[in-house]
Nanobody
Framework: QVQLVESGGGLVQAGGSLRLSCAFS????????MGWFRQAPGKEREFVAA????????YYADSVKGRFTISRDNAKNTVYLQMNSLKPEDTAVYCC????????????????WGQGTQVTVSS
């Protein structure tokens, strides 16, 4: 059974940076594409970024493009989300998700989810 555990969230001022990590276990990590999603209070969960099994292909939501970078280390079974130039509207619970083969852009395409880590950006 695949397990995902996020870490790295916290409180940061606008303009600051955070790096989220998601540790993967239970299956060969390189079989899975990974995604990051976020959910703000009162809003639906939304796509943030995704990466294919090798790290050679990535995709970003327009709202984070140029500020966030998704990457993975298959030797460490970990996917990362580097978040720069953070804005108050980035405040949300961030979750990583996994699906076999190619990445997806919607929640229903992912089979496994982590519990999430809170990111709060103050103005």
């Amino acid at each position: 059974q695949v397990q995902l555990v996020e870490s790295g969230g916290g409180l940061v001022q606008a303009g600051g940076s955070l790096r989220l990590s998601c540790a993967f276990s239970g299956r060969p990590f390189s079989w899975y594409a990974m995604g990051w999603f976020r959910q703000a209070p009162g809003k639906e969960r939304e796509f943030v970024a995704a990466i294919n099994w090798s790290g050679g292909s990535t995709y970003y939501a327009d709202s984070v493009k140029g500020r966030f970078t998704i990457s993975r280390d298959n030797a460490k079974n970990t996917v990362y989300l580097q978040m720069n130039s953070l804005k108050p509207e980035d405040t949300a619970v961030y979750c990583c998700a996994a699906r076999p083969n190619s990445y997806g852009l919607v929640t229903s395409q992912y089979n496994y989810w982590g519990q999430g880590t809170q990111v709060t950006v103050s103005s």
